[in-house]
Nanobody, 119 residues
Framework: QVQLKESGGGLVLTGGSLRLSCAAS????????MGWYRQAPGKQREPVAT???????DYADSVKGRFTISRGNAKSTVYLQMNSLKPEDTAVYYC?????????????WGQGTQVTVSS
């Protein structure tokens, strides 16, 4: 089992920046990928950025060049630096961890943090 706790959301003006943090606890050695997803009102949850245990990253086209995902030294914390924010970035942002525990894959979610970008 893995527990995820996000922090860092809030209200920001267009063009501003926010940094989200996600701390993982529990069976952190089972984590193979961590990432951020978001869900806007009336829309499906979508991937924003992911980072593997080897450090490879992937981004949604809509955030490339503006958002950066990174890990802390302990590799159980992941950050999302969001720059040049736009109103369309407004959503609840969820931290995600994909795991392998034995032969069983797992997927865990944080509780979500609201990001609101005002024009």
């Amino acid at each position: 089992q893995v527990q995820l706790k996000e922090s860092g959301g809030g209200l920001v003006l267009t063009g501003g920046s926010l940094r989200l943090s996600c701390a993982a606890s529990g069976n952190i050695f089972s984590i193979i990928t961590m990432g951020w997803y978001r869900q806007a009102p009336g829309k499906q949850r979508e991937p924003v950025a992911t980072i593997t245990s080897g450090g490879s990253t992937d981004y949604a086209d809509s955030v490339k060049g503006r958002f950066t995902i990174s890990r802390g030294n302990a590799k159980s914390t992941v950050y999302l630096q969001m720059n040049s924010l736009k109103p369309e970035d407004t959503a609840v942002y969820y931290c995600n961890a994909d795991t392998i525990e034995g032969l069983s894959p797992g997927r865990y979610w944080g509780q979500g943090t609201q990001v609101t970008v005002s024009s």
